[in-house]
């Protein structure tokens, strides 16, 4: 815990296979970054730093972690959030001035800012602690009667796959084929359903199978052009979202698509050799690469949240405090989990 000495928790990287909290001081605040006492972090992609010592996006051995929703201690006069607020802090650091960020598409920001350097603290970056910072603009205040753990699902629980649907134009009557089921696109199950579309769940894990049926997949398929012709008539899938990164899916996503069909590609890793003739120009495909929701969806996104509160606990399958994040990395290894959250203070307080 914070105490008298001015320094918190945070998850840290120790060895092969090997997590434990470390000490960092207390993170710091300048210009309009607010700090959060962050009580629900959802995990990603950061096991594999734990398996494999493969470091992703900003993660480092004693910084994890970027989705949080928390209390807001400490903010600057004139912040559009306040001290005591409750919050989901979407992620990364986006500068909020460049054409994207004015769009409200701050994940692909043209001058993302390192939080430590404006702060000018030695902590703050990560999701994984007790303690963190935002920019204020990149916080939204969560709806009464909404648990912390429930509203830190606008992070990279739905958040990606919605926003990838609001471009897509996913609608009723729509048929979604999601490829790749891992925490991405289990979200995409509820938020496809959510939306009145026929769901296709292209997976390969026999767990995360049984899950997408409970969240509502209509069609739980291998990864197979076959089978996806099959559910739908012969015609291919309207809309493709492609969340595993991994050859065999994206190939899956181009072949599968309907004749003037739309897919969104989500997960960054990945390399995909096309035929711009016979992939693209003769079906009519339409390509998008995406990560994230459009700022100025928040709240939408938030009331489709606060409507499928059941989904949500089945979709969130472990729920452990920050000092046993070696057992959710290994259940994450394991491929049989949906979502994880970690509760730097404790369940307790999470509530």
């Known amino acids: 815990m914070a105490d008298s000495s001015g320094q918190m928790d945070v998850l840290g990287i120790t060895g092969p296979r090997r997590a434990g909290t470390v000490r960092k001081p207390m993170p710091r605040i300048d210009r309009d970054y607010v700090l959060i006492r962050v009580l629900a972090a959802p995990m990603c992609n950061e096991y594999v730093a734990y398996t494999d010592g493969v470091y992703l996006e900003r993660n480092k051995p004693d910084s994890l972690g970027h989705e949080m929703a928390g209390e807001v201690v400490r903010a600057p006069a004139g912040a559009p959030v306040r001290e005591g607020d409750r919050v989901v802090a979407f992620c990364g650091y986006p500068c909020g001035r460049c054409d994207p960020c004015r769009r409200g ?13 404006v702060c000018g603290g030695e902590s ?3 999701g994984f602690a007790q303690y963190a910072v935002k920019p204020a603009w990149m916080c939204e ?9 429930h509203a830190a699902m606008a992070c990279c629980g739905l958040g990606p796959t919605f926003g990838a649907m609001e471009r897509l134009g996913v609608g009723p009557g729509s048929t979604v084929l999601i490829t790749g089921l891992g925490a991405v696109g289990l979200g995409g199950v509820i938020n496809a359903k959510a939306r009145g579309a026929t769901v296709i769940a292209a997976v390969r894990t026999p767990y995360r199978a049984e899950l997408a ?9 291998e990864p197979s052009h076959k089978e996806v012709m099959t559910a739908t008539g012969g015609l291919g899938a309207d809309h493709v979202i492609e969340c595993s990164g ?4 994206q190939r899956l996503a ?16 990945g390399s995909l050799v096309l035929s711009v003739d016979e992939d693209l120009i003769q079906r009519g495909v339409t390509l998008l690469g995406t990560l994230d929701i459009n700022r100025n969806d928040a709240r939408r996104l938030l009331r489709l949240i606060a409507s499928v509160p059941d989904q949500l606990d089945r979709y969130i399958t ?5 000092d046993r994040a070696a057992e959710a990395f290994e259940a994450q290894a394991s491929f049989e989990t949906g979502k994880i959250v970690l509760f730097p ?4 307080e999470a509530r």
């Open 141 to 149: 205040t969560i709806p009464d009667g909404m648990s912390y753990e």
């Open 345 to 348: 203070h404790g369940t307790e």
């Open 318 to 322: 472990h729920r452990l405090p920050l």
């Open 105 to 117: 598409f701050y994940a692909h920001c043209a001058a993302t800012e390192d939080p430590r350097g």
């Open 213 to 221: 049926r409970e969240l509502g997949a209509d069609h739980v398929v």
């Open 246 to 249: 991994q050859e065999v899916y």
């Open 124 to 126: 703050g970056e990560c």
């Open 254 to 269: 181009l072949d599968a698509v309907a004749r003037l069909g739309t897919v969104a590609f989500l997960a960054e890793p």
